[in-house]
Structures are given as C-alpha cells and as structure tokens.
C-alpha cells in the first residue's frame, strides 16, 4: 500500500521507461518516467506501469456487493482468477492491484463441471463480490454476470455475440460461455 509520507513531486522520476509504462499522472522524457502532478506512486507489477494517485483521493477498496469487471488471467479445474480492473458505479476508481477468484460452484445457478467451457483467459467478465476479505471472491450468476468480452482461444480475435452463441469472426468457431446479457456493453469495457 502507499504511504501517506510518500509524495511524489512533479517532474520526479518514478522509473525507467524501459522496464515501465508510463501510466495515469505522469510522462515519458528521457528515458524515465516522470511524475506530471502531486501524489503517490503506484506500480502495477502485472501490467508493468507505473502511475500516479493524486493526492487525497484513497484507493476505493473492494467490498460485498459490489459489482466489477475484469480479465480472467488464469484458469484451474475448479476456479478462475479474475485480474479486477473496475468497480462499477465507482468513477474514476483507484484501485490497487486486485486479484478475484471465481470457484466453479459460483458460475451458474446450476451445478457446472467444465469450468473452461464458461470462462477462459482472456475473457473479460463482469462480476459481483461474495467475500471481500481474506481474499476477494466472485460469482457469475445471474443474467447480467458474466462474459462481457470473449476471447477466441484459437486466434484470441474478439468473439461476436450472434444468436445468443459467441463466434470468432477468423475462424468461424463456436464458443460457448457464460455469456452475460450485457454482452459487448461499452461503457463497462470503457470505465477500467
Ligand atoms: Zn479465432
């Protein structure tokens, strides 16, 4: 977490833009990325980038009942980990790094035991939070929950949603999936 003693002034250097995208709040120059306004440093060590948090605006922390959209970056038998990249009806979120888990008995209503014939990595799913704390736990059920943006796992082409089935326009492959009604909404793909 960051520390509140911890500001960064502008025009500090945050770090080399070789190793780090230079993400919200700061510039590339020379080589470095640098701060463009007063804030705390955060380093997103997953997607390698680097931003600034404006000072005076905490990061939202993840709570029961709220409802997120992220990207499914792994997948095991009985859960998918979900890398959280909004909070919905939170704007402009700051969030730090969240990780959810969706296990295989919180995907549909009813009992599933292909958990790869639902979600995938690369997928982009809209999801509600069961558990906060130790650890953030998700479930897809429910109309609205779901696939919101599906990958092909062949080429990893956007999925189109035709006929309530997703079909990758390259290789005129079916997938089938958790697919959420809100299916291809922008504005959720828009807000992370
Ligand atoms: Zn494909």
Redesign the pocket.
Same mark, same amino acid.
């Given at each position: 977490m960051t520390d509140r003693d911890d500001l960064i002034l502008p025009g500090d250097v945050l770090a080399s833009s070789e190793e780090y995208l230079a993400g919200e709040g700061t510039y590339e120059e020379g080589g470095h990325v640098r701060a463009a306004c007063l804030g705390q440093k955060v380093v997103d060590e997953v997607d390698r980038v680097v931003s600034i948090a404006p000072r005076g605006v905490p990061p939202r922390r993840i709570m029961v009942g709220d409802v997120v959209v992220g990207l499914v970056t792994v997948l095991k038998n009985q859960l998918a980990n979900l890398r959280i990249s909004a909070i919905e009806g939170v704007s402009r979120p700051y969030l730090p790094e969240s990780l959810g888990t969706i296990h295989i008995s919180n995907v549909e209503d009813h009992f599933i035991t292909d958990l790869g014939r639902y979600i995938r990595p690369g997928d982009m799913v809209r999801a509600r939070v069961l558990q906060a704390e130790p650890t953030i736990q998700l479930t897809t059920r429910g109309d609205d929950m779901g696939v919101v943006k599906g990958r @092909?796992g062949? @080429?990893n082409?956007d999925l189109a949603l035709r006929d309530e089935e997703l079909r @990758?326009p390259? @290789?005129q492959?079916t997938w089938q999936k958790k697919v959420s009604r809100l299916y291809g909404n922008t504005n959720l793909l828009e807000d992370r």
């Open positions: @092909c062949y @080429c082409g @990758c390259n @290789c492959v």
